[in-house]
């Protein structure tokens, strides 16, 4: 059982290049999220989908877009890469119902733009 | 909007001793659940321990345990007999009970001492 896997692990870009990284689950689960980590500040979202073909806007979507065309994966887009998108990128998925059931999460995605 | 607060940017503890870590947060709402989470090095997000609003009592999970002070927004974790494997950086979340967003702390990074 993989549960949520993030591809790639590791990325460097170019200012103004573009990028997809892919979250995959296995489990059926409704919710999907991507999130970023930066020091000192936790996770913040950035956008998230509760269901196949559903996306909405999280605290920090600026840059980024999102699609959800299949139930198990949730793909996070950079149009054009900047600096300050610099971070570690986390995906996270979990069941509709069953709301105290906790959300699991991919190993994250390092992601570099110089 | 709802917010989370971990004020101890860092903590230490001696092998075999017990530390709390601490958490607030602030919301309007009745319902929701706190939890948990631990991230070793390896940047895995592991759940430690949750708790749902609506229960008083609280939760226990082996060598960890909540106070949780649903009037006071508080959601401490007590870490009894310190291993150095609970070494990692440990963040408190907060979901309401209504919608899927699951908001963190800047996290507390736990030193082990041997």
């Known amino acids: 059982n993989a549960g949520v896997t993030q591809t790639p692990k590791f990325r460097v870009l170019k200012t103004g290049q573009s990028m997809t990284l892919l979250c995959a689950q296995d489990?059926?689960?409704?919710?999907m999220y991507w999130y970023r980590q930066d020091p000192g500040m936790g996770l913040r979202l950035i956008h998230y989908?509760?269901?196949?073909?559903?996306?909405a806007k999280g605290e920090v979507p600026d840059g980024y877009n999102v699609s959800r065309l299949k139930k198990q994966n949730f793909l996070l887009g950079l149009e054009s890469a900047a600096p300050s998108q610099t971070s570690v990128y986390f995906c996270?998925?979990?069941?509709?119902?069953?709301?105290?059931?906790?959300?699991?999460f991919g190993d994250g995605t390092r992601l570099s733009i110089l | 909007a709802q917010t989370v607060t971990q004020s101890q940017p860092e903590m230490s503890v001696q092998e075999a001793e017990t530390v709390t870590l601490s958490c607030t947060y602030d919301?309007?709402?009745?319902?929701?659940?706190l939890f948990w989470y631990k991230q070793p090095p390896s940047r895995q997000m592991i759940l430690v321990i949750r708790?749902?609003?609506?229960?008083?009592q609280n939760a226990t999970e082996n060598r960890f345990s909540v106070n949780f002070q649903k009037a006071a927004k508080s959601f401490s974790l007590k870490i009894s007999d310190s291993q150095l494997g609970d070494a990692a950086m440990y963040f408190c979340?907060?979901?309401?009970?209504?919608?899927?967003?699951?908001?963190f702390g800047q996290g507390t990074t736990l030193q082990v001492k041997p």
């Open positions: 919301t309007s709402e009745s319902d929701y659940y």
């Open positions: 989908s509760v269901g196949e073909g559903t996306t």
């Open positions: 708790q749902e609003a609506y229960k008083q």
């Open positions: 996270a998925s979990r069941e509709e119902f069953g709301t105290s059931r906790p959300q699991h």
């Open positions: 489990m059926n689960h409704e919710y």
């Open positions: 979340a907060y979901r309401s009970a209504i919608g899927g967003k699951l908001i």
